[in-house]
C-alpha cells in the first residue's frame, strides 16, 4: 500500500526552525513531484514548496520564500522541509503530497496545484508561538 508519512512537526518560538520529513512507502517517489501544503484553522488549504521529480526545480509561496527550503532524498526515499525564522502565521497542519511526473519532459514540473497531486499524507502540525 503506497502512503505518505509526515513528521518533524511540534511547537516552536517565533524566530525557530523546524525540518519538517516526507517518508513514503509501498513505493518510490523517483518520478513523483513533491509538495507541501498547510491548512490553518478556517482557512484553505495553500500550497507552501514543491520538487521536482528530477530535484531541479523547485517553486515556493511568496510568503515562505527565503525562509523555506524543500529537498530530497531518493535514497532515503523522503523529501523535507526546512522551515527557518518562523512566525505565528506559519501555524498550520502541513501535508506533503505526490504528483506522477514520470512521463515525457515532467522531471522538470512543479507547481502548487492542489488538484494536480493526487496521494496525500495525514499530516505533521506545526505551531509557532509569538
Known amino acids: 500500500q503506497s502512503q505518505l508519512v509526515e513528521s518533524g512537526g511540534g511547537l516552536v518560538q517565533s524566530g525557530g526552525s523546524l525540518k519538517l520529513s516526507c517518508a513514503a512507502s509501498?513505493?518510490?517517489?523517483?518520478?513523483?513531484?513533491v509538495g507541501w501544503f498547510r491548512q490553518a484553522p478556517g482557512k484553505e488549504r495553500e500550497g507552501v514548496s514543491s520538487?521536482?521529480?528530477?530535484?531541479?526545480?523547485?517553486k515556493y509561496a511568496d510568503s515562505v520564500k527565503g525562509r523555506f527550503t524543500i529537498s530530497r532524498d531518493y535514497v532515503k526515499n523522503t523529501v523535507y522541509l526546512q522551515m527557518n525564522s518562523l512566525k505565528p502565521v506559519d501555524t498550520a497542519v502541513y501535508y506533503c503530497?505526490?504528483?506522477?511526473?514520470?512521463?515525457?519532459?515532467?522531471?522538470?514540473?512543479?507547481?502548487?496545484?492542489?488538484?494536480?497531486?493526487?496521494?496525500w499524507g495525514l499530516g505533521t502540525q506545526v505551531t509557532v508561538s509569538s
Open positions: 503530497a505526490t504528483r506522477w511526473s514520470g512521463s515525457n519532459h515532467e522531471e522538470q514540473w512543479v507547481d502548487l496545484i492542489r488538484d494536480e497531486f493526487n496521494l
Open positions: 509501498g513505493f518510490t517517489m523517483d518520478w513523483y513531484a
Open positions: 520538487i521536482s521529480s528530477s530535484g531541479g526545480n523547485t
